[in-house]
């Protein structure tokens, strides 16, 4: 699986915004970059993916540079319930066999929101 | 409330010891994966089950084993209990697309089980 890099942690006010970076230098054609969050003492949850172009969601915007190989996740304003581990994922969409369907966490970002 | 049940929340055992966890998926979903996060391998992927049938496995040691029954719950069964165990271990469901599509294929995660080995 392709390697991302996210600094170790970040932090930000209340309803300011926040961009998460994720370096993916070695990211294939057909990797799709997809965000996931944990929040204390809860599973992962789902934020957002894209492939190319920058998407956006009710939760997050994602801004893909345009060679790939990084992208930045936007938390338009922060709240002090976004107050998590924000983990860069990238997945093959055209992968079968053992390598389909599984995420592959890395570190993580941790955000600290204050108040 | 991402619709995925596991229990016990908590779990605490000696080593050497056998235990099971339990995973309901969402509704309709037909794969379950498996998780292990500990606080020095963070969040890794033990193994997936796809209406049944072992879809992929990753770095899930031989003393671990899974399986997913016809109503389509699944168990995650460790034995020979070692202090390294200790960590949450969470359960997703989905039901994937197959290769090629666009589609997120979102996986929803379970509260997890922490297991504490002694």
């Known amino acids: 699986d392709a390697k991302t890099t996210q600094p170790n942690s970040m932090e930000s006010n209340e309803e300011e915004p926040v961009h998460l970076p994720c370096n993916h230098s070695?990211?294939?054609?057909?990797?799709?970059i997809h965000w996931y969050r944990q929040l204390p003492s809860q599973g992962p949850e789902y934020v957002i993916h894209g492939l190319t172009s920058n998407v956006n969601n009710r939760m997050a915007s994602l801004a893909i540079a345009e060679d790939r190989k990084s992208s930045t996740l936007i938390l338009h304003r922060a709240t002090l319930r976004d107050a998590a581990v924000y983990y860069c994922?990238?997945?093959?969409?055209?992968?079968?066999?053992?390598?389909?369907?599984?995420?592959?966490f890395g570190q993580g970002t941790i955000l600290t929101v204050h108040p | 409330d991402s619709g995925v049940t596991q229990t016990p929340k908590h779990l605490i055992t000696a080593t050497g010891q056998r235990v099971t966890l339990r995973c309901s998926p969402r509704s309709g979903d037909l794969s379950v994966y498996w998780y292990q996060q500990s606080l020095d391998q963070g969040l890794q992927f033990l193994i997936q089950?796809?209406?049944?049938?072992?879809?992929a496995k990753g770095n899930i040691l031989e003393r671990f084993s899974a399986q997913q029954f016809p109503d389509l719950h699944s168990e995650l069964n460790l034995s020979s209990l070692e202090l390294g165990d200790s960590a949450l271990y969470f359960c997703a469901s989905n039901t994937p697309t197959p290769p090629g599509t666009g589609y997120a294929d979102t996986q929803y995660f379970g509260p997890g089980t922490r297991l504490t080995v002694l």
């Open positions: 994922i990238l997945r093959d969409h055209f992968a079968g066999g053992t390598s389909y369907g599984k995420l592959t």
């Open positions: 089950y796809y209406n049944g049938e072992e879809r």
């Open positions: 070695t990211i294939s054609g057909t990797d799709y």
